[in-house]
């Protein structure tokens, strides 16, 4: 055996193309150590600055990211993680959650009297987590980095402290994630145990190389780790601790959890799954096992989500099943993804197009709703349309979409996973999305009805709109309304994204 | 690598012990103590397996700082008292709980005695650790090249826990105003 080599001194140092590849992730730390500088400064009063910081810095790492976009595939760290496309694609997503998300609490946090700048603070340490998380090729920078997303994502929804179904819904999600957390590192730690290796196309080549050795210690690993993205992801029977928390969260984080989170869970999911192998490389007694229980998981998702979501009269519920629902398309994009010709370019454009219409909706949500999240019923909706015409007609757009209807992205999204999932002879799971989305037509326009056709109850308060928020949204809308007339460029994107990885 | 059944079996036992009794123990502070026992006892498990140094490093971090700190924190908060009552559970859901948990153990047992005791051989044995210099020089060279992301992000976690730790700690003199 040869002598241990412990010291590589190519790892000691970083070329020039790999620090470039990692310019996003500095910034968006750099930003972050520069923000919590500004809170503790006592000379100045942190709410502008840090504000601004935040949002420059997410801003900047945009810029970056959409720069590296074009680049080629660079292995960073010893392999630990990687810059590509697809991880460039999905900070992209990210970073503008975590952007809009602080142009659309700013005014809120005021009104709310949170104004705490350690808010900004946590979504861009949320962010960087996201962003490490796609990023990683590694278990242990997979699990360190979606610890440093959970965490502060624990602490934004507890934010308004003195509330109590606030506090609760904290609670709860620190416990059922905490406990999740725990279930997928352990099947890391088996699948380390099984295979000698945490780096997944390590991994890979040892199950390739050693296809006796496949044993259940693996296999139990292996679903651990698929079960606790499935918690993550919110995917049925793993979504108990959804509506709860998301109900109970302060509205914008509740839509940073809908975007950012399920964006960055989906993005390292899917990048675990082809890296193991999924769709080719692993034995096909490994792959139907992996298909059933994502087949199972995929048709309940589509079902539940959009049957409860029927009996919610509160919005911020409403939107909670749906994003469930919405979950069980994306399962479908993803399951589809291996026997199809667009591969999971459907799956990944449904992700960032979910989460433009939802960010969108949710920045508007955070505008109607008043003190500690109450008025947010449909009935208060009544006549909204009457007061605020321009805020209703974007409402309507992002629910439209989310519905499927043309010529939102919406609607071109949910044709391409229904499409693939075709090609892939998923024909039943076809049937139940198709049926299920036309459920959700339902509780999508019955918002549409109360803020059109129903007439106002007493007279509510005039709502200001922040330049920010409006900003927000008007992005949120041109993306929506663009990708839906012209989806021909997304889907290009889409395609090369996935081809990098 | 030959480690002793009997030490194994006891600190393992010791250990599963012990962490049942954090959670079933009334008290915070024989809670607390119970999982410096848990702590103690993974120490020694770490210890069999020749990994000295995290076994040393487990008592100093866990058992003593960390622990102390609770300790402290029980005391300053004088929960002494529980403060919450989760009531009795349902005897359909205890039972049905209960059912699953075995299950789930079961499935375990199955899976660890079916296993082959085939796991790959790393370079990382205990002679060659000894050539290289030793428990504690391999693994400070390994965790400055090789594994320098995670490490350098677990202290970016450390800082964003500690925000948050603030964040949280910070507006209860808010909420004692209003």
């Known amino acids: ?39 503790v400064w006592g000379a100045i009063k942190a709410k502008w600055p840090v504000f601004l910081v935040a949002s420059l810095t997410c801003l900047v790492a945009m810029v970056n990211s959409l720069v590296l976009i074009q680049g080629t595939s660079q292995s960073l760290f010893n392999g630990m993680m990687v810059s590509d496309s697809y991880s460039h694609f999905f900070n992209l997503i990210f970073l503008g959650s975590a952007l809009f998300t602080i142009f659309g609490s700013f005014r809120y946090l005021d009104e709310e009297k949170m104004q705490h700048p350690e808010y900004y603070v946590l979504v861009l340490f949320a962010a960087l987590g996201m962003m490490l998380m796609t990023s990683a090729q590694d278990l242990i920078v997979l699990f360190v980095a979606l610890e440093l997303m959970s965490l502060c994502v624990y602490v934004l929804v507890g934010f308004r402290r003195n509330d109590r179904k606030c506090n609760e819904a904290a609670m709860k999600y620190f416990i059922l994630g905490s406990a999740a957390s725990a279930v997928l590192l352990y099947g890391a730690a088996l699948i380390y145990g099984a295979t000698g290796s945490t780096e997944i196309h390590s991994v890979l080549k040892f199950v390739q190389d050693h296809p006796q050795s496949l044993n259940p210690i693996f296999g139990l690993g292996f679903s651990m780790v698929l079960f606790g993205f499935l918690f993550k992801v919110a995917a049925v029977p793993f979504h108990m601790w959804m509506p709860d928390v998301y109900e109970g969260a302060p509205v914008p984080v509740t839509g940073f959890m809908t975007t950012g989170l399920k964006a960055a869970a989906f993005g390292t999911f899917v990048r675990v799954l082809l890296a193991i192998g999924y769709g080719k490389g692993i034995s096909s007694a490994i792959q139907s096992h992996l298909h059933d229980i994502l087949w199972v998981s995929c048709a309940l998702t589509m079902l539940v989500g959009n049957f409860i979501a029927l009996t919610q009269v509160n919005l911020k519920r409403m939107l909670a099943y749906s994003s469930i629902a919405h979950t069980g398309y994306l399962l479908l994009g993803i399951l589809s993804g291996t026997r199809s010709e667009l591969g999971f370019a459907p799956g990944v454009m449904y992700i960032l197009i979910y989460s433009a219409m939802n960010l969108g909706a949710f920045v ?23 007061r605020h015409p321009w805020l209703s007609f974007a409402m309507s757009v992002f629910l439209l979409s989310m519905a499927g209807i043309p010529p939102t992205a919406g609607f071109a999204a949910k044709y391409l996973v229904f499409y693939s999932a075709i090609q892939a002879n998923e024909i039943p799971l076809v049937v139940i999305g198709v049926l299920s989305s036309a459920v959700s037509v339902f509780y999508y326009l019955r918002v549409l009805v109360y803020m059109y056709m129903r007439d106002p109850v007493g007279s509510p308060p005039v709502l200001r709109v922040s330049l920010w928020s409006g900003l927000a949204i008007a992005s949120m809308i041109l993306i929506t309304i663009e990708v839906g007339v012209l989806p021909e460029q997304m889907i290009d994107l889409a395609k090369r994204v996935v081809l990098s990885l | 690598m030959n480690i002793s059944p009997f030490f194994f079996y006891g600190f393992g036992g010791i250990a599963i012990a012990c962490a049942l009794l954090v959670i079933l123990g009334k008290s915070p502070v024989s809670s607390a103590f119970s999982l410096v026992m848990v702590f103690f006892s993974f120490a020694g498990i770490y210890a069999l397996l020749d990994a000295h140094l995290i076994a040393a490093l487990q008592i100093f ?13 029980i005391m300053l908060l004088n929960a002494d008292v529980p403060t919450f009552d989760l009531g009795r559970t349902h005897l359909g859901i205890r039972i049905v709980a209960g059912s699953i948990s075995l299950a789930t153990l079961l499935i375990f047992i199955w899976a660890f005695k079916e296993t082959p005791l085939t796991a790959p051989v790393a370079q990382f044995t205990p002679e060659n650790i000894e050539a290289a210099g030793g428990n504690t020089q391999v693994v400070s060279e390994l965790m400055f090249s090789e594994y320098l992301l995670p490490f350098e992000l677990t202290s970016v976690l450390l800082l964003a826990a500690i925000i948050g730790a603030v964040a949280i700690a910070k507006r209860k003199l808010a909420a004692g105003r209003s």
């Open chain 1, 1 to 39: 055996m040869e002598a241990l080599k412990t010291i590589q001194p190519d790892l000691l140092t970083l070329s020039q193309d790999q620090f470039n590849c990692l310019v996003p992730y500095f910034t968006v730390f750099a930003g972050t150590c520069l923000s919590i500088l500004l809170s």
């Open chain 1, 364 to 386: 508007i949500l955070t505008l109607l709703s008043s003190e500690g999240d109450s008025k947010l019923n449909l009935h208060d909706l009544s006549g909204v349309a009457r």
């Open chain 2, 61 to 73: 971090v866990y058992a003593g700082a960390i622990m102390v700190l609770f300790i402290f924190v």
